[in-house]
């Protein structure tokens, strides 16, 4: 047996394609070794005579495998493009799959800014006027320049959200879509979209930074005129 496994090696070590390919070729060989082994054995041969009979009969390791490669060519070749179509299959459901949680990813990051921008533009912007109006910020840190920009960056966000709510703004950036969904066609359709979504994403942060900013820097910086305020009549 050791003589016909290193026959078998001697052979099939230089046939390309899949293992799986090489080990169905290899158990034929050796299939087809051993009954005509068989055969010699019934007609009188010793068992290890008739093995090495049964190899002669096949001919030079090197004459089976160019006989092999042209037997079994097609074949190979089928194997080859399963393969290939099998591993672009699982190429392309794992891009789907990754593709859809980023979208997802970015959606949710999005749907987190507009939460906030709206929650401080309906509950902390009022409050902040009206410590405004009691005197929280004086006149001294109003007419500071950074402050200032903030306060009117808050009041000019303040008027985008206002428009918001019409929903004509809403309506256009859903017709804006809309348009790109049904015009653009190219095989990067979902790289576009989803840079688009990220670009929005990193906006809106900015965004909403800078919003808390222009809420907690002001009061922060009158925090000095409160306690000055309050001194007088916390003293006995």
Same mark, same amino acid.
């Given at each position: 047996?050791?003589?016909?496994?290193?026959?078998?090696?001697? @052979?099939?070590?230089?046939?390309?394609?899949?293992?799986?390919?090489?080990?169905?070729?290899?158990?034929?060989?050796?299939?087809?070794?051993?009954? #005509?082994?068989?055969?010699?054995?019934?007609?009188?041969?010793?068992?290890?005579? $008739?093995?090495?009979? #049964?190899?002669?009969?096949?001919?030079?390791?090197?004459? %089976?495998?160019?006989?092999?490669?042209?037997?079994?060519?097609?074949?190979?070749?089928?194997? &080859?493009?399963?393969? #290939? !179509?099998?591993?672009?299959?699982? *190429?392309?459901? $794992?891009?789907?799959?990754?593709? *859809?949680?980023?979208? &997802?990813? %970015?959606?949710?990051?999005?749907?987190?800014?507009?939460?906030?921008?709206?929650?401080?533009?309906?509950?902390?912007?009022?409050?902040?006027?009206?410590?405004?109006?009691?005197?929280? @910020?004086?006149?001294?840190?109003?007419?500071?320049? *950074? @402050?200032?920009? !903030?306060?009117?960056?808050?009041?000019? !966000?303040?008027?985008?959200?206002?428009?918001?709510?019409?929903?004509?703004?809403?309506?256009?950036? %859903?017709?804006?879509?809309? #348009?790109?969904?049904?015009?653009?066609?190219?095989?990067?359709?979902?790289?576009?979209?989803?840079?688009?979504?990220?670009?929005?994403? *990193?906006?809106?942060?900015? &965004?909403?930074?800078?919003?808390?900013?222009?809420? @907690?820097? /002001? !009061?922060?910086?009158?925090?000095?005129?409160?306690?000055?305020?309050?001194? /007088? $009549?916390?003293?006995?």
């Amino acid at each position: 047996m050791d003589k016909l496994e290193r026959y078998l090696d001697r @052979v099939c070590r230089g046939i390309g394609g899949p293992r799986e390919m090489r080990q169905h070729i290899r158990q034929e060989l050796r299939e087809h070794l051993l009954d #005509a082994a068989d055969r010699h054995k019934a007609a009188g041969l010793p068992e290890d005579r $008739a093995l090495e009979q #049964a190899i002669a009969d096949f001919g030079q390791p090197d004459e %089976v495998r160019s006989g092999l490669e042209e037997t079994h060519g097609h074949r190979l070749l089928g194997v &080859v493009i399963y393969k #290939a !179509l099998d591993w672009k299959e699982k *190429t392309m459901r $794992a891009k789907w799959l990754w593709t *859809t949680w980023a979208h &997802v990813a %970015v959606i949710a990051v999005l749907a987190l800014e507009v939460t906030w921008i709206a929650f401080a533009r309906v509950i902390l912007m009022p409050k902040f006027q009206k410590l405004v109006q009691d005197g929280a @910020v004086d006149a001294t840190t109003r007419s500071d320049p *950074t @402050v200032q920009w !903030l306060i009117g960056f808050m009041n000019r !966000l303040a008027w985008a959200g206002d428009l918001l709510g019409t929903g004509w703004a809403l309506l256009l950036i %859903v017709a804006i879509w809309a #348009a790109f969904e049904w015009q653009v066609r190219s095989e990067n359709k979902a790289m576009i979209r989803l840079s688009a979504l990220g670009t929005a994403a *990193t906006g809106l942060a900015a &965004v909403g930074i800078v919003f808390a900013g222009a809420i @907690v820097i /002001p !009061l922060l910086l009158g925090v000095p005129h409160l306690v000055q305020a309050a001194h /007088p $009549a916390a003293v006995p």
